[in-house]
């Protein structure tokens, strides 16, 4: 590939990129939305792992018909209709915030908004993947999450000083108007986006083969030729992210109230007991509130999350990709286990360590699962896509599980499970890709 092939795609990359940055934002804050509605809607915990069905819930319904869209219009025009939707989605928050003011009216909104989200993520991925060398793949999607990782940074620091920055007393018409706010920002910075991918071409997207630059190669096995349920890699790899997104969204969803809990409590006589570093922590960041302390724990480990993402693409010049997923799925799996045994005063701080061992596990799965597809690429996407219906289903069964025994901690098994899979798939990666091509 020559100097002048190059630039075209590294322009694409960082106008892509740029997507992974606004997805990101959505999704870390739901983290803050859970504990949010838990207070001023009094919900339960089980409850509140509604919003993240509702949000994943869309990716499960919109992923496929968003992967035929994308193979009539291509991936340009899908990532314009998503962002349209995803807009749409964001404004909603008004009518919701300021005239319904129910939980089912915030849920009609995020539904919205992550049917968009489903159609640009559909599109944007595998984009990412086949915008170069396939064996660079893994990493290069892993440097495009990276930029959904600083909005992982951000959005939990706008949550705890924006959504828990005013007193409880406050009043829950404050708290819907704190809410509001950002979302209609947010509106209005994806409809700028919008003008922006209206105004470029980006180069190559639109082709039958579903891969541009250097994304296949002539002694690639024709995996393409293949069904898709026939390929070893792939199938292994939709499971896989099933389980994972299962595992994230579930510690994402109830990292804060975990925090809280083992954070503080209280003594026989109902004294409250804070953690030491809590409390100076809260000190040095004038929380207002606890729950705006425990989001800025939130910011220190979407700051680990960030190194991770960052630091993945190159990792993998030293380590195959396969080989790094099993060794961050096995030492995710060390970390839950210690915030399983429920150490008061001391696991919520190994918790954030959790987010440095996820961090390349989406991108890693997802172009994995990927390899040698060609025209097969934007529909397998769209499966993989589907797959984040996982993170549907884990937060109201974790929620139903710390309710019914009065613990976050024994919820953190269902991650468990989610962390143990990437790690066994890593191991076994080399035999299915093997099995995938012997069928070809």
């Not at 964001?90 to 919205?112: D, M, N, Q, R, Y």
């Not at 209609?184 to 470029?200: D, H, M, N, P, R």
């Not at 639109?206 to 293949?226: F, I, K, N, T, Y």
């Not at 599980?401 to 076994?428: E, K, N, T």
């Amino acid at each position: 590939m020559t100097k002048s092939d190059r630039n075209p795609l590294r322009f694409a990359f960082l106008m892509v990129a740029s997507l992974f940055f606004i997805w990101g934002f959505c999704h870390a804050m739901l983290d803050v939305l859970n504990k949010h509605f838990q207070d001023i809607l009094h919900v339960s915990k089980t409850q509140s792992g509604f919003i993240q069905t509702s949000v994943f819930g869309a990716y499960f319904l919109m992923a496929l018909p968003s992967a035929l869209l994308i193979r009539r219009i291509g991936y340009q025009r899908g990532i314009l209709v998503g962002l349209a939707v995803l807009a749409i989605g964001a404004f909603l928050f008004i009518p919701a915030g300021l005239v319904f003011k129910t939980f089912w009216s915030f849920l009609l909104a995020l539904f919205v908004l992550s049917s968009g989200l489903a159609c640009i993520e559909t599109a944007a991925n595998p984009y990412v993947t086949v915008l170069g060398p396939k064996d660079a793949a893994a990493g290069r999607l892993s440097t495009a999450q990276a930029f959904n990782s600083v909005a992982y940074i951000i959005a939990p620091t706008v949550g705890g000083a924006f959504i828990f920055g005013q007193p409880q007393q406050a009043g829950a018409a404050a708290d819907f108007h704190s809410l509001v706010v950002p979302y209609v920002v947010l509106g209005c910075v994806v409809l700028l986006v919008f003008g922006a991918f209206s105004l470029v071409k980006l180069p190559g997207i639109d082709g039958e083969s579903g891969e541009s630059g250097e994304a296949a190669g002539a002694d690639d096995p024709p995996l393409h030729r293949v069904p898709l349920l026939r390929q070893p890699h792939f199938v292994w790899g939709v499971g896989t992210q099933f389980l994972y997104v299962a595992a994230q969204v579930g510690v994402n969803a109830f990292a804060l109230n975990y925090i809280l809990e083992n954070a503080i409590t209280r003594d026989a006589s109902g004294a409250v007991l804070t953690a030491p570093l809590f409390a100076w922590y809260a000190g040095i960041t004038n929380a207002a509130r606890p729950e705006a302390t425990a989001a800025y724990v939130i910011t220190i480990a979407m700051v680990l999350y960030a190194v991770g993402r960052f630091s993945g693409a190159l990792i993998t010049r030293l380590i195959k990709p396969h080989l790094l997923l099993a060794l961050y799925g096995l030492l995710n799996s060390i970390v839950i286990l210690f915030v399983m045994a429920d150490i008061k005063h001391v696991s919520w701080m190994i918790l954030p360590l959790c987010w440095l061992f996820m961090s390349i596990m989406f991108p890693f799965i997802f172009a994995m699962s990927l390899r040698n597809l060609g025209p097969q690429t934007k529909l397998a996407a769209s499966f993989l896509i589907m797959s984040i219906v996982g993170g549907a289903i884990s937060p109201p069964l974790m929620g139903w599980l710390a309710d019914r025994y009065d613990s976050m901690a024994i919820c953190f098994v269902l991650p468990l499970a989610g962390f143990v899979a990437p790690a066994v798939y890593g191991l076994l990666y080399p035999r299915l890709l093997e099995k995938s091509a012997r069928a070809a």
